[in-house]
């Protein structure tokens, strides 16, 4: 059973830096795509960031280009969300999400995502 693990959240000021992690458990087998998606306090939730199958390209939301990076270890085993030039409307519970069988065309969907971590809460404030 795969199994992830967020962590690195925290209450940071606008315009400062952090770094999330997520711990991939349970050698998911195959190629598969690594997503992390936030959802900001009385909203759904929503894509930030992808990397399609286990060596494919890194996809951003509009949101986020330039300001935050995706990148995994070595191992594949962790993947980490940089996140810099922070913003208070950054502020959300961001969650890291697995899929072995997504297509191109539904990295940005939260209902194509079969694992999922607990989140770990980002705030920007002053």
């Known amino acids: 059973q795969v199994q992830l693990v967020e962590s690195g959240g925290g209450l940071v000021p606008p315009g400062d830096s952090l770094r999330l992690s997520c711990a991939i458990s349970g050698r998911p087998s195959g190629t598969y795509s690594v997503a992390w998606f936030r959802q900001p306090p009385g909203k759904e939730r929503e894509f930030v960031a992808a990397?399609?199958?286990?060596?494919?390209?890194?996809y951003y939301a509009d949101s986020v280009k330039g300001r935050f990076t995706m990148s995994t270890d070595n191992a594949k085993t962790t993947v980490f969300l940089q996140m810099s030039s922070l913003k208070p409307e950054d502020t959300a519970v961001y969650y890291c999400a697995l899929d072995q069988r997504l297509i191109l065309s539904s990295i940005q969907l939260p209902r194509e995502y079969d694992y999922w971590g607990q989140g770990t809460q980002v705030t920007v404030s002053s």
């Open positions: 990397i399609f199958r286990s060596y494919g390209r890194t």
